[in-house]
């Protein structure tokens, strides 16, 4: 079992960076993917980004690439999204995930999900 908590979220305007972080609990924390997923208003939840077992391969969907970038801790548990060049778009609730199943980029191969945190962004 595994519990994801996210933190991070905020309002911020066009341009600026904001970055999540999210906390697992439990000591198998290195065995699993990691992804950010995204889901705004009146929209299905879509894959933004993931992670290998030991942060060696990265995926980004094709909106995030050039200015978001996910990485890990496995150390504390951790694992991060930095985002830049934040637009308008990129407003949503933010959920991390983790899986063992690949493909990493399905949202149907995450087990684990977080409560979310709320990303806004103004023009």
């Known amino acids: 079992q595994v519990q994801l908590v996210e933190s991070g979220g905020g309002s911020v305007q066009a341009g600026g960076s904001l970055r999540l972080s999210c906390a697992a609990s439990?000591?198998?924390?290195?065995?699993?993917?990691m992804a950010w997923f995204r889901q705004a208003p009146g929209k299905e939840r879509e894959f933004v980004t993931a992670?290998?077992?030991?942060?060696?391969?990265?995926y980004y969907a094709d909106f995030v690439k050039g200015r978001f970038i996910i990485s890990r801790d496995n150390a504390k548990n951790t694992v991060y999204l930095q985002m830049n060049s934040l637009k308008p778009e990129d407003t949503a609730v933010y959920y991390c995930?983790?899986?063992?199943?690949?493909?990493?980029?399905?949202?149907?191969?995450?087990?684990?999900w977080g409560p979310g945190t709320q990303v806004t962004v103004s023009s």
């Open positions: 992670i290998h077992w030991s942060g060696g391969r990265t």
């Open positions: 995930a983790a899986g063992r199943r690949l493909p990493i980029v399905h949202l149907r191969n995450f087990d684990y």
């Open positions: 439990g000591r198998t924390f290195s065995s699993y993917a």
